[in-house]
């Protein structure tokens, strides 16, 4: 087992934060232009052992169910053409008919206000946004992040020292700390899922910027919950809308008033089907490894549905993209309406590096009233849901 930051490493009274890994040297270059002190680097914060303190993290003490915190997303008040942030781009480049924009010629720590809420809407569109060869330092990442809503700050995993928020993407570090990872069971981010489902207010946009990648592998996928939902009958669709599913956290915590019981998983109640509050699209939101069950239905039938649904997502390859990395590039993308997995084929032969900012959104709700993507864009026909060009535009209407 890896030495924990309390403990020595193998020279007595010092403690390497790194566990005796050498940072690659673009992380070198870019922390240090950022004043991080790598020698310091990464810090880790003081893991909570009890649900009662996971709860506290996010809200006050007294309220376990309900969050007081606003959210107004950016992408709500965008100009639904997007011409102050497409035209400035060199070229926009859909990966994909469903999912995926490629933004070149703009650096986001330059962003406009105004161009930051039309990257909101893209993002809320097209599910995911990339951009390469950005000069962003991990404080101007933050500083974005907060622009899209409140920072999560994970109980769990490393930061940069001196920015909270900011956590640090270091596969070789990981394995360092105990993860297990192998060709046939790689483990971690080697399957698909959405992060942070089990919060009260769960996660919006998150932006993963690495600076150092493997030449070839290692990739990451996503899926669009939209096209999930486009891709069910009608019928069920209808049966779906208005259900709500359990979702538990990835770590299991000490129930002060039941210690004997194990630790737990901390477990809330949202919607099976959320809408996004700036397209105002259904989204189908379920994940294989932290969607628990379906209120209301018995397990077997629970098991049954999920199974289903978890399949709609994964393997449905047109309704997926899929980025190839290059040191320097960025991915936003938006935890409502999609799952995301990354590939573990370069099997750590060669570093990988970034920095991961999340920010929190609303509390997830449904709307009877509320449309498909291919509903609210005139896609859908009685014939299974094919139309016309099948091709999606960039300048939906915006809300409802």
């Not at 359990?246 to 477990?267: C, N």
Request: charged share 25%.
């Amino acid at each position: 087992m890896a030495p924990s930051a309390t403990e020595t490493s193998s020279n007595p009274g010092t403690f390497s934060p790194t566990l005796g890994l050498k940072l690659p040297p673009n992380a070198i270059n870019r922390l240090s232009k950022a004043g991080v002190d790598t020698n310091a680097y990464p810090t880790r914060p003081q893991k909570p052992d009890y649900l009662d303190q996971v709860y506290a993290i996010r809200r006050p003490a007294a309220d376990f169910t309900l969050s007081s915190r606003e959210h107004v997303d950016p992408g709500s008040r965008a100009d639904p053409e997007k011409k102050a942030l497409l035209s400035a781009c060199s070229a926009v480049i859909h990966l994909t008919r469903h999912i995926g924009t490629e933004l070149h010629g703009v650096q986001l720590a330059k962003l406009t206000d105004q161009q930051k809420d039309e990257l909101g809407l893209l993002i809320a569109e097209r599910s995911v946004v990339f951009f390469r060869d950005q000069d962003i330092s991990p404080q101007q990442q933050l500083e974005l992040g907060k622009y899209y809503g409140a920072i999560e700050v994970h109980p769990q995993v490393p930061q940069v020292p001196g920015e909270p928020g900011v956590t640090v993407m270091w596969p070789d570090l990981q394995i360092k700390e105990g993860r297990k990872a192998n060709f046939r069971q790689p483990g971690g981010a080697s399957g698909w899922h959405t992060d942070l489902v089990h919060e009260a207010q769960p996660a919006g946009v998150t932006h993963l910027h690495n600076d150092t990648v493997p030449e070839y592998g290692g990739d990451t996928l996503w899926s669009s919950g939209y096209s999930a939902y486009d891709k069910l009958s009608p019928a069920f669709r209808t049966f779906l809308d208005g259900k709500s599913a359990i979702y538990r956290s990835a770590h299991k915590y000490v129930d002060r008033d039941d210690p004997a019981a194990g630790p737990k998983f901390v477990e809330r109640e949202h919607p099976l089907v959320r809408v996004h509050p700036a397209t105002g699209w259904k989204s189908l939101w379920v994940n294989r490894g932290m969607t628990v069950r379906i209120v209301g239905l018995d397990k077997a039938e629970s098991d049954l549905i999920l199974g289903y649904l978890y399949d709609v997502y994964e393997r449905n390859i047109d309704i997926q993209c899929r980025f190839k990395w290059t040191n320097g590039a960025s991915a936003l993308w938006d935890n409502r309406i999609t799952q995301h997995i990354a590939s573990w084929d370069y099997e750590g032969s060669e570093p990988r590096h970034g920095t991961r900012v999340t920010s929190l959104a609303e509390k997830p709700f449904f709307d009877h009233k509320a449309p498909s993507r291919r509903e609210a864009l005139g896609l859908d026909t009685p014939e299974a849901g094919q139309a016309g060009k099948g091709a999606y535009a960039i300048t939906s209407r915006n809300g409802n």
